[in-house]
């Protein structure tokens, strides 16, 4: 029997060996008091050694903790006694041991189920460290028990030990070595479940030494297994069956070396799994062998230091020994040492080239320097190490596919050569369906693009394989391979729209043939939906690629690296028909990868290229819009080339290598306000320059606004190894990686001419920008020049679109890992300190736009303040996103005032209670007004808050929802302070936006009719108004013309302007008056108005100034000048050249007024006290009627204007 099968059996050995017999209902005795004497039942414990009617006082253990759980050392003395334990709180082991050191010698424990007559086989691990029993009594018996335990209650354990040889546990002790007779075996005490009965021996090892245990010749078919340990702690040092004979020519008889050491206890176990007869076995030791193991590591899939591959472990005194190069990615060392000893080793890349070791867990053991050491035993016989990767416990996995996203990738390698294709892969069929048959492909090895298979379309004009690429109607997908056609041989494929053949052919590519498959030019191919010539190599292996974009209806394919067609595809994508078009095909395909572009890109996102669905080989400026060179010209020496060398991920980047003609243009769309970010993936290697600048416009030339130089100085071509300038950054050089991917990134807010570098995840400086973005210049800036560009992400960050915002902060302008309050001013944290655990921490793990976030985490300690101001009037609005990853809480509240603890105004409290109490995830509560919200887990979310300090009210929103409306809030708005309330924190905050919201104001029109002024001889200067405007909250001055707004000209000399106050001063007193002056008040009547007491009913009677109720809503007022009436009046001073009478007058329901003579054609307006028109009449004859309505008591000026122009005036009063 293999050991791996009993060591799963060996799960069930604990448990079966703890209660083959505790099951037994073996009582716990008690036998006094007498009114309780009797049997209880009692469950042996899966751990310690057997009860065996140990006899003793039962005494409840005291923990000193007012509790008798056994989980604190005991407090009362148990020297001889019984202890009586209650179960819960810990572990059952740890309430034996504790009464074990109070010295017990055994132990009950009381369980806490009310059921009747309900215990439990006790589980745990004790190291073997226990040596007493212990049991398990019901709840109900115990509390019997428990009830006597003042008057001295003596207890019996149960006889639970087997009896010698009939049960496992009841081990027999054998003295040394020597030949031995075992009993036939009886019970049910067998360790594995696929025996009953056993018999188990211990045996302490004399020496270091090779034991030999065997029952060759003793009469049996016998299984042997020799373990270590005790009860429920048991491991499994060597197994054999059926290795010598038995005494009657059978070799069912067991023989097992293994190695022992000093002192250490062994036990030998014999079940009858095969045969439960007696046996005789021997027991014998003999010295430890040296053997020779064989060290492995595969460097196959890494670059090998110059120096070779080394090891160093306890065998070489850690002295770095050269390992042997195998000549296949493979480096080996032979070592001998002492069968049995203990080793530790590692595997160097190079001298001090120490593998990687934080994965070896598996297969190692702590080094001391936040590592591991490889460990093992050594065995008694010489030993080949398996191969492994270095730094892994396990081989390197195969290099299948160089794209780990392929959806198929084969290179016919594991298929029988002779073999067809559909009958080894489900990708694989024929037009027909049939598998083996003549239209199948053919394995063969005769050529290859990477040994030793691929497969053939040959010249029989019967093949016809089907390549199934699973009927794919949307997405974006890339398919390649490498081809291969003879010379004076041609090649055909088409796409089929469905796995079905036939239903659609959308693309037909011919090699040395034409469109009717009739061989024509070899070497020339054509594409015949478009009619798109090419040519490719013969005798020579050449890759055929295809990018497939079903959401934009487009196929772009490549031959040996050119596109050779951009075509409409507005098919599906069903399968590639490889067909036998005529007798001089004959044609080889090799290393078919197929995957879906699986580009994750952010909804933001202006451009986002992993460079994936473009050919290896090809050139970037014919691949996307946003790719071009300095000249404009595709695919020349200016352009980028894609190259499957290196990438960040998948399988391509772009590569502007040491030429100096290359000068690839990344346009970025000639941005002149808001904010963006700009990332991409770059690859130096080692003494190799980079280079890239920042161009203004599109069209280059125009503008240097930055440049960055990798591994070289800016102002000359000196190497500086792992080092780079920018010609901004003020706190240059900067430091990056050679040889490996780092990020390069930008973020530019155009508005406020700033922009951040960062540089593999480090700010290398905040700097001042005050050009546009027009196009990035990735150049070959010198013939040391080489570098790679991959994953490029250009998005557009949230605009701060308010004109009164206080605080707008993304994150994306700090250094990730970085304190919120080392980088800008509104961050700060409860005590104040900097850079501390209360900090906030700029994260990269989560972010709503861009990359970045603010983390609070489960420390507990994080106290983070957003501080607003201390305001203590108008309206703000604060929002931010918020992100709550699943099973985490969140909580945050507001601060009267920026210095914390003044008072808390508000409480948000996300899955937890009001007192931070853990509560239900997804569900959180306002501890101010107890109202109850929920917010998504998982993603982000929206938090709005608008605090009316002047109402006194707020309105909060989160997820979108209208959590509060109208809700009270009486104090100040000093800070937020988000703060890690319990170990389940965990919370993200981005795109913060902090405004003053705009007062609600009225808007009121002042006009100025100049036409008797003028006519009265006074010259035009320049017309102004003055007041107490700025008392009234106005943005003007109080009584300063000079600061007055200009007015406009309305004609008919008429001249308007328009003053907003808050809407809050409504109803408040106005006292202005009109000008025509610039730059001093002149005279009261020429440069001034100065009202006169007959216009008392609109002016202040303590002087001549106007007086207006300031309205509540927009109104459009007009004033004759220096006088209460309205525009294109005459003033009531003024000879009336038309007699009227107006009576009543006062009136309060109708008046009329009586002309002496007929008027034609005329006019009557009514107006108030502020000029406003009111009503208007035509008039024809001597009378009008005019009737109260909705006129308003108060004055009221009735201006007469007749055909002929002429006018007048009468006060009207309306009761």
């Known amino acids: 029997m293999l050991k791996d099968y009993l060591s799963k059996l060996l799960v069930f050995a604990v448990l079966f060996w703890a209660t083959g017999t505790a099951l037994s209902q073996s009582p716990l005795t008690i036998s006094a008091p007498v009114g309780i004497a009797g049997d209880y039942i009692a469950v042996q414990a899966a751990f310690g050694p057997w009860a065996n009617a140990q006899a003793a006082d039962l005494v409840l253990i005291d923990d000193g903790t007012g509790v008798s759980n056994g989980c604190a050392p005991a407090a009362n003395d148990l020297t001889g006694k019984i202890a009586l334990i209650d179960r819960g709180a810990c572990a059952f082991t740890v309430k034996a041991l504790n009464a074990e050191a109070a010295g017990a010698i055994a132990v009950v424990v009381c369980n806490n189920s009310t059921l009747p007559d309900t215990a439990i086989v006790m589980g745990g691990t004790d190291g073997c460290a226990l040596t007493i029993p212990a049991v398990m009594i019901s709840y109900n018996n115990c509390q019997i028990i428990k009830a006597e335990l003042g008057n001295g209650v003596t207890a019996t354990m149960p006889a639970n030990k087997p009896a010698d040889g009939e049960a496992v546990g009841a081990e027999i002790a054998l003295p040394g070595a020597g030949t031995y007779t075992a009993t036939p075996l009886t019970g049910t005490g067998s360790l594995f479940s696929d025996a009953v009965a056993a018999k188990v021996y211990t045996i302490v090892a004399p020496s270091d030494a090779v034991m030999n245990v065997n029952s060759c010749n003793g009469g049996a078919d016998t299984r042997l297994v020799v373990l270590q340990g005790c009860r429920n702690a048991l491991s499994i040092v060597g197994d054999n069956d059926d290795a010598c004979d038995l005494g009657t020519g059978e070799l069912f008889a067991s023989s097992l070396d293994v190695v022992v050491y000093a002192g250490q206890t062994y036990l030998i176990y014999w079940d009858d799994v095969w045969d439960a007869n007696g046996f005789d076995f021997n027991v014998s030791f003999g010295a430890l062998p040296t053997v020779n193991l064989t060290f492995n590591v595969d460097m196959s899939q890494s670059v090998v230091n110059p120096s070779g591959m080394k090891i160093a472990g306890s065998f070489t005194g850690w002295t770095q020994t050269d390992m042997t190069d195998n000549g296949d990615g493979t480096w080996s060392y032979t070592a001998a040492v002492t069968a049995g000893d203990e080793l530790q080793w590692k595997y160097l890349n190079g001298t001090d080239g120490w593998e990687p070791s934080a994965d070896l867990t598996d297969c190692g053991i702590d080094d001391g320097f936040g590592g591991f050491n490889r460990y093992g035993v050594a065995g008694l016989t010489d030993e080949n190490l398996g191969l492994v990767c270095i730094g892994s416990c396990y081989p390197c996995p195969p290099p299948a596919c160089s794209n780990p996203n392929a959806i198929i990738c084969d290179n016919f390698d594991n298929y029988a050569a002779g073999s067809t294709t559909a009958a080894n892969a489900p990708w694989w069929s024929t037009w027909s369906g049939a598998v083996g048959g003549a239209e199948d492909g053919i394995v063969s090895d005769a050529q290859a693009s990477s040994a030793p298979n691929s497969l053939l379309v040959a010249n029989t004009g019967a093949q016809d394989v089907l390549l199934l690429l699973g009927n794919q109607t949307g997405g974006k997908y890339r398919l390649a391979w490498n081809m291969y056609i003879p010379a004076n041989h041609v090649g055909y494929y088409n796409v089929q729209d469905d796995e079905t053949p036939g239903v659609a052919w959308n693309l037909n590519m011919h090699f040395g043939n034409d469109t009717q498959g009739n061989t024509a030019v070899f070497g020339e191919g054509v594409v015949a939906e478009d009619g798109s010539t090419f040519t490719y190599p013969e005798d020579t292996w050449f890759e055929v690629v295809h990018m497939f974009d079903l959401d934009a209806n487009n196929l772009r394919t490549f031959v040996n690296g050119v596109m050779v067609s951009s075509m409409d595809f507005t098919g599906n994508l069903g399968a590639i028909d490889f067909f036998s078009i005529n007798s001089d095909n004959t044609f080889y395909i090799d290393d078919v990868e197929y995957t879906a572009v699986l580009t994750e890109c952010p909804a933001n996102a202006l451009i986002c290229d992993g460079l994936e669905f473009y050919a290896t080989g090809s050139n970037t400026a014919a691949q996307a819009a946003w790719w071009s060179t300095w000249s404009g010209a595709e695919g020349g020496p200016e352009d980028g080339i894609v190259s499957g060398d290196q990438a960040y991920e998948g399988i391509n980047s772009m590569l502007v290598s040491n030429t100096g003609a290359q000068d690839v243009l990344l346009l970025l769309g000639n941005k002149s306000t808001g904010s963006y970010r700009l990332s991409w993936q770059m690859y130096v290697p080692t003494g190799a320059h980079g280079y890239f600048n920042i161009q203004n416009e599109e069209t280059p030339g125009v503008q240097w606004n930055m440049e960055a130089y990798f591994n070289r100085k800016a102002a000359s071509a000196t190497t500086t190894p792992g080092l780079g300038e920018t010609t901004l950054a003020t706190d240059d050089p900067f430091a990056f990686p050679q040889d490996q991917w780092f990020e390069v990134a930008m973020a530019f807010d155009l508005d406020n001419d700033q922009m951040a570098v960062f540089i593999d995840g480090t700010r290398i400086g905040l700097l001042p920008y005050t050009g546009n973005i027009g196009s990035i210049d990735f150049f070959s800036v010198d013939n040391t020049n080489t570098y790679y560009i991959d994953n490029v992400l250009y998005t557009e960050l949230p605009a701060c679109d308010s004109p009164d915002a ?87 509240n507001v601060q009267e005032d920026e210095t914390p603890g003044v008072a808390w105004n508000l409480n948000m409290h996300f899955g937890n209670d009001t007192q931070g109490n853990t509560a239900t995830f997804g569900q959180g509560v306002v501890a101010e007004t107890g109202t109850a919200f929920t917010y998504p887990e998982d993603t982000w979310f929206d938090v709005v808050h608008t605090f009316n300090l002047d109402d006194n009210t707020m309105d909060i929103w989160v997820d979108g929802v209208q959590v509060e409306s109208g809700a009270p809030y009486t104090g100040n708005l000093g800070g937020i302070d988000i703060f890690s309330i319990n170990s389940d924190n965990t919370v993200y905050f981005d795109d913060v936006l902090y405004e003053a919201l705009p007062v609600p104001t009225v808007s009121v029109t002042f006009a100025v009719d100049l036409t008797y002024y003028l006519a009265a001889g006074n010259t035009l200067e320049t017309v102004k108004i003055a007041g107490n405007f700025g008392a009234n909250g106005a943005a003007l001055p109080d009584w300063d013309p000079t600061a007055a707004p200009a007015f406009t000209d309305l004609g008919n000399d008429v001249w308007s302007t328009t003053i907003e106050f808050p809407a809050a001063s409504a109803g408040q007193n106005l006292e202005f008056k009109f000008l025509n002056t610039a730059t001093s008040w002149g005279n009261c009547g020429v440069q001034q108005e100065c009202m006169g007491a007959e216009d008392a009913n609109c002016k202040n009677p303590n002087n001549d100034n106007r007086l207006l109720v300031i309205p509540a809503v927009d109104t459009d007022l007009c004033y004759t000048w220096e006088t209460c009436l309205g525009c294109n009046v005459v003033a009531t001073h003024e000879f009336i050249e038309i007699p009227m009478t107006i009576a009543p007058n006062p009136f309060s329901e109708q008046t009329v007024v009586s002309f002496n003579s007929a008027i034609l054609d005329g006019q009557v307006r009514l107006t108030n006290l502020a000029g406003q028109v009111m009503r208007v009449y035509a008039v024809n004859g001597p009378q009008l009627i005019i009737a109260k309505g909705d006129l308003a008591p108060g004055m009221y000026f009735l201006n007469v204007v007749t055909e002929d122009g002429t006018s007048a005036a009468q006060k009207l009063v309306v009761e």
């Open 806 to 892: 206080l605080i707008c902060d993304n994150l994306e302008f700090y250094e990730g890992g970085s304190f919120t309050s080392e980088n800008a001013a509104w961050w700060s944290t409860w005590s104040g300190a900097s850079a501390g655990p209360e900090d906030g921490i700029v994260s990269t793990d989560y972010a709503q736009s861009g990359t970045k976030s603010l983390y609070v985490g489960n420390t507990g300690a994080q106290d983070v303040l957003l501080l607003l101001g201390n305001q203590t009037s108008g309206s703000y609005n604060l929002r931010w996103s918020m992100y709550i990853p699943a099973g985490h809480v969140a909580y945050y």
